[in-house]
T-cell receptor, first 116, second 111 residues
Framework: EAGVVQSPRYKIIEKKQPVAFWCNPISGHNTLYWYLQNLGQGPELLIRYENEEAVDDSQLPKDRFSAERLKGVDSTLKIQPAELGDSAVYLC??????????????FGPGTRLTVL | GEDVEQSLFLSVREGDSSVINCTYTDSSSTYLYWYKQEPGAGLQLLTYIFSNMDMKQDQRLTVLLNKKDKHLSLRIADTQTGDSAIYFCAEKIRSASKIIFGSGTRLSIRP
């Protein structure tokens, strides 16, 4: 079974440029998450999707960040314009479903973004 | 608020046991997790424990939960070089499918 796929793995851009990250979750997983991981920190949730619907985007900085999951499968996270402080690893994860289960989340390898 | 805290570093000798500790603040947590992250990789679930349990053992891993003190620990028996990684403690908040992660403990192995 293929795991969570993310691309690109690395991205270097200049500040004020736009950038986009792509994620393909494990087949059949309804729930998709985008996390931000700063150096030396744990992942912090940016947005959670249940199928096509964003059910928790309270931590997403909506002035510059946007996300979509149009067909309830793969997802794109965009930053426009990027700032120096956005340099981090952006992790995508997916899980099968349910608030009642132990809800194992499967993580992709992440995209490491460097903003110069 | 929700917070999970861990010590940043742990160094153990190969073959010894490693014990990684974590404290959390949300008393309504339903599940608590230990994730492992190797360099350049995403997080991988190692083990989890339901909040009404106080111990779980899985091969070389033993999880202890003290719900009164909101303290979680992970013991790795017979630590090997392949156990070198960052270990994240995490809690699932009852009210949502939301998991809060600690900052991670970097485990290094001495020969």
């Amino acid at each position: 079974e293929a795991g969570v796929v993310q691309s690109p793995r690395y991205k270097i851009i200049e500040k004020k440029q736009p950038v986009a990250f792509w994620c393909n979750p494990i087949s059949g997983h309804n729930t998709l998450y985008w996390y931000l991981q700063n150096l030396g920190q744990g992942p912090e949730l940016l947005i959670r999707y249940e199928n096509e619907e964003a059910v928790d985007d309270s931590q997403l900085p909506k002035d510059r960040f946007s996300a979509e999951r149009l067909k309830g499968v793969d997802s794109t996270l965009k930053i426009q314009p990027a700032e120096l402080g956005d340099s981090a690893v952006y992790l995508c994860a997916s899980s099968s479903s349910g608030t009642g289960s132990y809800n194992e989340q499967f993580f992709g390898p992440g995209t490491r973004l460097t903003v110069l | 608020g929700e917070d999970v805290e861990q010590s940043l570093f742990l160094s153990v000798r190969e073959g010894d046991s490693s014990v990684i500790n974590c404290t959390y603040t949300d008393s309504s947590s339903t599940y608590l997790y230990w994730y492992k992250q190797e360099p350049g990789a995403g997080l991988q679930l190692l083990t989890y424990i339901f909040s009404n349990m106080d111990m779980k053992q899985d091969q070389r891993l033993t999880v202890l939960l003290n719900k009164k003190d909101k303290h979680l620990s992970l013991r790795i028996a017979d630590t090997q070089t392949g156990d070198s990684a960052i270990y994240f403690c995490a809690e699932k908040i009852r009210s949502a499918s939301k998991i809060i992660f600690g900052s991670g403990t970097r485990l290094s192995i001495r020969p």
